[in-house]
């Protein structure tokens, strides 16, 4: 049997991507992807002092779409999707690629982080997603496919990660059961689990050099992987040559999560 797959095989599709700072956004990488294998990109950037940084980008990628979204300001999201609605009318790609915690509780244990850090980190990077999916679900008429990024922290410990572990196991079950609940809409989730990469996010944790070192030296494929990486990664599963795959972490990281 052969799928009714376009060439290339997003044409026309339209994607939300959520999460672009600047060039070396994991975010960046997805929409990229998304565009050179022909979907439709609507863009946000968190706020005025951002907006320098991922207008020309935004621009690059011929984006209709380009619109302010910090997910803790009440009616930012809603105004979101209602363009997307107005302009588009559906939506097909969801990528979730944004992480928060402050600064004093992601660079210490989580044993003394406090109760609101804890609370703002989980809402900003993992309910921020539910909240996006919850609004994105009605637009996915013809199915679609979401995605969220996530990290190795989550499953196993890794001692610089701190609060964001929890977080990230949370955002991780999350896809699972946004999966489960979706699946009749034939909505696919996907959390997506990256090996590390030099961004602006990354620079908030501690010791991240030594931690982009070590996977360099032990990922199984030898090297590092790039944004364009995770990008194709996704594009791939958000195709109908995925249509069967949900709810599971996929790693995009060489290999590194199965070395002990
Ligand atoms: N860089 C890595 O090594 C790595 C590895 C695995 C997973 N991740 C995850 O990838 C995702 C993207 O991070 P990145 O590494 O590309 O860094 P990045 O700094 O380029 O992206 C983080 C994004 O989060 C956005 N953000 C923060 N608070 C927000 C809010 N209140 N509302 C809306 N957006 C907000 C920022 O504006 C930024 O665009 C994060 O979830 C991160 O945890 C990163």
New binding site residues.
């Given amino acids: 049997m052969t799928l009714d797959i376009p060439r290339p095989p997003l044409t026309g599709a339209k994607a939300l991507v959520?999460?672009?700072?600047?060039e070396?956004?994991?975010?960046?990488g997805c929409a990229a992807a998304f565009r050179e294998l022909g979907a439709d990109l609507a863009i946000?950037?968190?706020n005025e002092k951002?907006r320098p940084f991922v207008a020309p980008l935004a621009h690059k990628l011929e984006a209709p779409i380009f619109l302010p979204?910090?997910?803790?300001v009440p009616g930012q999201l809603e105004a979101v999707f209602d363009a997307v609605k107005a302009q588009w009318g559906r939506l097909d790609i969801l990528v979730?690629?944004?992480?928060?915690a402050p600064k004093e509780d992601l660079q210490g244990g989580l044993l003394d982080c406090s109760a609101e850090g804890f609370a703002k980190a989980m809402d900003?990077?993992c309910h921020?997603f539910v909240r996006m999916a919850k609004l994105a679900a009605p637009l996915m008429t013809d199915g679609g496919t979401m995605f969220?990024?996530?990290?190795h922290g989550a499953a196993k410990v890794v001692p610089t990660y701190n609060v964001?572990g929890p977080v990230?196991a949370a955002l991780e079950a999350s896809c699972r059961y946004l999966a489960y609940e979706l699946g009749d809409k034939r909505i696919r989730v996907h959390a997506i689990?990256?090996?590390?990469?030099?961004?602006?996010?990354?620079s908030g944790l501690k010791d991240?050099d030594r931690l982009l070192a070590d996977a360099a030296q032990r990922a199984p494929l030898g090297e590092l992987v790039d944004?364009m990486d995770v990008g194709f990664a996704c594009a791939y599963l958000a195709t109908p040559y995925a249509r069967r795959i949900s709810g599971s972490t996929v790693y995009v990281d060489g290999g590194i999560n199965v070395m002990a």
């Fill in positions: 959520v999460g672009i700072a600047n070396h956004s994991i975010a960046y946000t950037y968190l951002a979204l910090d997910v803790s979730h690629s944004i992480a928060f900003v990077s921020s969220a990024m996530s990290y964001m990230k689990s990256p090996g590390p990469l030099k961004t602006r996010a990354a991240f944004i």
